[in-house]
């Protein structure tokens, strides 16, 4: 097997790979409904191909028109709040954590007196 001498460096692996480009996709307009689609597949917006029905899940699903929604009922809703920063919303999570440290701190100290005062 055939091994080289000396690594391959950057330059020359550029010029290699000038040539080696993208070309865009071929591309046709569907004959039955007008969208773009890739030359020879299967339209994915009707389900024609060649002007033939081929996809039997898009052909078989009936056009439904939604209905109109005018006499529907709309529920009031209560005025939002103002949204509060996330600088605001981490100071809140501090200052509660310090807190919690201090009432668990209060606690110990609670329970060592009761403790002391048994004895």
Same mark, same amino acid.
């Given at each position: 097997?055939?091994?080289?001498?000396?690594?391959?460096?950057?330059?020359?692996?550029?010029?290699?790979?000038?040539?080696?480009?993208?070309?865009?996709?071929?591309?046709?307009?569907?004959?039955?409904?007008?969208?773009?689609?890739?030359?020879?597949?299967?339209?994915?917006?009707?389900?024609?191909?060649?002007?033939?029905?081929?996809?039997?899940?898009?052909?078989?699903?009936?056009?439904?028109?939604?209905?109109?929604?005018?006499?529907?009922?709309?529920?009031?809703?209560?005025?939002?709040?103002?949204?509060?920063?996330?600088?605001?919303?981490?100071?809140?999570?501090?200052?509660?954590?310090?807190?919690?440290?201090?009432?668990?701190?209060? &606690?110990?100290?609670?329970?060592?007196? &009761?403790?002391?005062?048994?004895?």
């Amino acid at each position: 097997m055939a091994v080289p001498k000396k690594r391959t460096g950057h330059s020359a692996q550029g010029k290699r790979r000038a040539n080696w480009k993208a070309s865009k996709p071929a591309t046709t307009k569907c004959p039955n409904c007008g969208e773009t689609v890739l030359a020879h597949t299967v339209c994915t917006a009707c389900g024609y191909y060649k002007g033939k029905p081929v996809s039997k899940k898009m052909v078989s699903a009936p056009v439904v028109e939604e209905p109109k929604k005018a006499q529907e009922v709309k529920e009031e809703k209560p005025a939002k709040a103002k949204k509060t920063s996330t600088k605001a919303k981490k100071a809140e999570v501090v200052e509660e954590t310090k807190e919690n440290k201090e009432e668990v701190k209060t &606690e110990k100290k609670e329970k060592k007196s &009761e403790k002391t005062s048994e004895e």
